[in-house]
């Protein structure tokens, strides 16, 4: 069970709107008694914050709004002393464009050393070198006065890493061992499959951003990359582990990157792009078990983060009753709970937090709003600060009278930690009772999954004597056999209501 904190949005210690590393260490007991067993970490280098800290300044210091090299230290020993593993997010794709080395480089003549290290080329006119769009609208080449251009795959402020220069590949290297001298477990890998470009830049056409060895994403190169970074994790003490974000055409190519001696897991998507269905969740599953099946390595389920519409509004707005969002969230986490391999929550979600969708114009600060010129709303709306005591902004986020970065519904007050701690019916409550049961059961259960039964609405697997029945649709269903041992709702007697589901012991 791991758990995404997005450090901007989790607590502020300082009063200052941010959240930050000591706001974090002051809340871990929060994770502890949720039960999960890692939390990891969102960028919190130095950084401009174009894009939420993705945009990397300094790969070996903390951003000042975030705190110091020392506040990191006590979060790791404060984290391990509670049980927690601590994993950080890596961004090796891109820099910041405040980064020593693109100021470097752009202090320097087309063709030196410095923009060896990026991606520059020339094109006659005012045409980019080729048709690669940016994943945040817009092209993905940005042009300089003196007339060359250097490639962004997101943000201009991002600009792309060339990874077939030797320099970059040590740099990382060195990178990865700095933050493993300091204690951490692992790293989740930003944009895992982008490193290595097709060397002829070829137009992309009609063919999809993220064909597997297509001009930008998954090329064969990016594997010896992993071997070098595996063994180096391999070489330190304890389960040091690695995560990849990695962005497929389907998942039989995740399991590329899931060679004994390459990632430990990859991201597995899929479940939090499904719609709200029987057929639709039950596919997702049977092809992530088979795809990951081969390499040994454990399946990774998801049904929220920092770049998604959180899923409670996603089942909300797909509904025709008011409210079927509640019901229908709690139902999906029992059944991501109960599968085989690693669950990946993200911050708030224990909470029943919706996403945010009337954020005045003027706090949105994704660039995706940018970059659209307003025409996509972006993901501000599932970066809100955490709710956590009081009645009114900023419900304990940060210290009475702090202004958070973004600014939080009234509507939260009775979303808070505080307000839901001590309510048996709560979603808090219900993530505690279910992280609990799942931490009792799983050393019996076996790894693989058998569908009991799957027609019209309902879905029911079972992994040895546990049994999850999930009713995705309206209307109550009958109740596979066996003793009910957590349920996402009421139960009508012998029937399992619309939305809902359940874990029984057979």
């Given amino acids: 069970m791991v758990y995404e904190v997005y450090v901007r949005s989790f607590a502020d210690s300082d009063g200052d709107g941010d959240g930050d590393l000591k706001g974090i260490t002051a ?8 039960g999960v067993d890692a939390l990891w970490l969102t960028p919190f280098y130095r950084s401009p914050l174009a894009d939420g800290g993705y945009d990397v300044a300094d790969y070996r210091d903390v951003d000042p709004r975030f705190g110091t090299l020392d506040d990191f230290d006590a979060l790791v020993a404060a984290a391990h002393e509670q049980g927690l593993r601590l994993i950080v997010d890596i961004v090796p794709n891109h820099t910041s464009d405040q980064h020593a080395w693109f100021q470097e480089a752009l202090a320097s003549p087309p063709g030196s050393p410095a923009r060896e290290r990026y991606i520059f080329r020339d094109s006659p006119g005012d045409r980019p070198p080729n048709d690669w769009p940016s994943a945040f609208g817009g092209p993905a080449w940005t042009r300089l006065p003196d007339g060359q251009w250097y490639l962004h795959l997101y943000a201009s402020e991002q600009p792309d890493l060339n990874w077939r220069n030797p320099e970059v590949r040590a740099e990382f290297e060195s990178i990865v061992r700095f933050w493993l001298d300091r204690g951490v477990d692992g790293f989740r890998i930003d944009v895992a499959a982008g490193l290595f470009k097709d060397e002829s830049f070829t137009d992309l056409g009609d063919r999809g951003r993220r064909v597997v060895n297509g001009p930008i994403y998954s090329r064969p190169e990016v594997h010896e990359v ?33 060679r004994p001696d390459e990632l430990h897991q990859v991201f597995q998507f899929d479940l939090q792009l499904a719609p709200w269905s029987a057929p639709a969740f039950r596919d997702v599953v049977t092809a992530a078990l088979a795809a990951v099946a081969p390499t040994g390595s454990a399946p990774t389920w998801v049904l929220s983060s920092h770049d998604s519409v959180r899923h409670l509004t996603r089942y909300e707005q797909s509904g025709d009753l008011p409210g079927v969002g509640y019901a229908r969230a709690r139902a999906a986490l029992l059944f991501l709970l109960a599968l085989p391999g690693s669950a990946y929550l993200y911050q708030g979600e224990e909470l029943g937090l919706p996403e945010v969708t009337d954020l005045p114009d003027d706090a949105r600060r994704d660039p995706v709003w940018f970059r659209s010129e307003g025409a996509e709303k972006g993901r501000d709306g599932c970066r809100v600060p955490l709710p956590w005591s009081g009645k009114s902004e900023p419900y304990g986020f940060g210290r009475e009278g702090t202004r958070p970065w973004l600014p939080q519904p009234e509507r939260w007050a009775s979303l808070s930690v505080e307000e839901q701690k001590s309510d048996p019916t709560s979603m808090l409550s219900f993530y505690r009772m279910a992280l609990e049961l799942r931490r009792e059961l799983l050393p019996e259960l076996p790894d693989e999954l058998e569908w009991l ?41 012998d029937l399992l209501p619309g939305n809902a589901a359940v874990w029984l012991k057979v």
């Avoid at 809340?27 to 949720?34: A, N, V």
């Avoid at 039964?453 to 309206?474: H, I, K, P, Q, W």
Wanted: aromatic share 10%; net charge negative; with cysteine.
């Fill in 453 to 493: 039964e799957s027609s019209g609405t309902m879905v029911v697997y079972g992994r040895g004597d546990l049994v999850c029945a999930v009713n995705f649709g309206e209307n109550p269903v009958r109740l596979p056999k066996g003793r009910p041992l957590l349920t996402s709702v009421p139960l009508y007697g």
């Fill in 27 to 34: 809340r871990l007991g929060h994770l502890r008694d949720l």
């Fill in 226 to 258: 992993y071997r070098d970074w595996r063994r180096i994790l391999d070489s330190y003490p304890g389960d040091r582990m690695a995560i990849g974000e990695v962005w497929t055409d389907g998942p039989e190519e995740l399991a590329q990157y899931l």
